[in-house]
T-cell receptor, first 115, second 114 residues
């Protein structure tokens, strides 16, 4: 049972345009969400996070939106740059439970930004 | 220091070998994690240590043996592995057990079992 889903395996955008990466979850106990960027053979690098008490969090070019009723979150990157090309993972945590900090990851979306 | 350091970066081992992976952080984090990532798959949790005590074992086979000698160091001892155990092994740490604030991953150890 995949509790965190990223249904788009890949996304291709032009430099300067907006990139929108989507993530859905099924476990209503998740209350904290994170986005990571990953290059091959490297560890995930933290980008931005959001608590379930918020519906939006912004950090520079990155904005994460959370729709709790739809169990959906999205990452917006504006403007997209070629250096943003990587695999993006959505991850979720049940901070209020006994997960001891376990992150459950989506399958990832490969973002390619063309110059 | 805001890094999680993993050594070695690459490891090739035979099925009868014994080897260890090492993870170190000096951020004062009191939760440390081992994840396994197979090719084209997301990272999956293996173990969680909270205040140097094993809190979660995600039904990992006993050929993987974790150890947390102190608050800065996490080891993963490997013995009698199978080729299907070949993967990227990621270590992570977070500030407080049970919370994900400051959750930081290392660069991983690429393990190949031959």
């Amino acid at each position: 049972d995949q509790q965190v889903k990223q249904n788009s395996p890949s996304l291709s955008v032009q430099e300067g345009r907006i990139s929108i990466l989507n993530c859905d979850y099924t476990n209503s106990m998740f209350d904290y969400f994170l986005w990571y960027k990953k290059y091959p053979a490297e560890g995930p690098t933290f980008l931005i996070s959001i608590s379930s008490i918020k519906d939006k969090n912004e950090d520079g070019r990155f904005t994460v939106f959370l729709n709790k009723s739809a169990k959906h979150l999205s990452l917006h990157i504006v403007p997209s740059q070629p250096g943003d090309s990587a695999v993006y993972f959505c991850a979720a945590n049940n901070a209020g439970g006994t997960s001891y900090g376990k992150l459950t990851f989506g399958q990832g979306t490969i973002l390619t930004v063309h110059p | 220091d805001t890094e999680v350091t993993q050594t070695p970066k690459h490891l090739v081992m035979g099925m009868t070998n014994k080897k260890s992976l090492k993870c170190e952080q000096h951020m004062g984090h009191r939760a440390m994690y081992w994840y396994k990532q197979k090719a084209k798959k997301p990272p999956e949790l293996m173990f969680v240590y909270s205040y140097e005590k094993l809190s979660i074992n995600e039904s990992v086979p006993s050929r993987f043996s974790p150890e947390c000698p102190n608050s800065s160091l996490l080891n993963l001892h490997l013995h009698a592995l199978q080729p299907e155990d070949s993967a990227l092994y990621l270590c992570a740490s977070s500030q407080v057990p049970g919370e994900v604030y400051g959750y930081t991953f290392g660069s991983g150890t690429r393990l190949t079992v031959v």
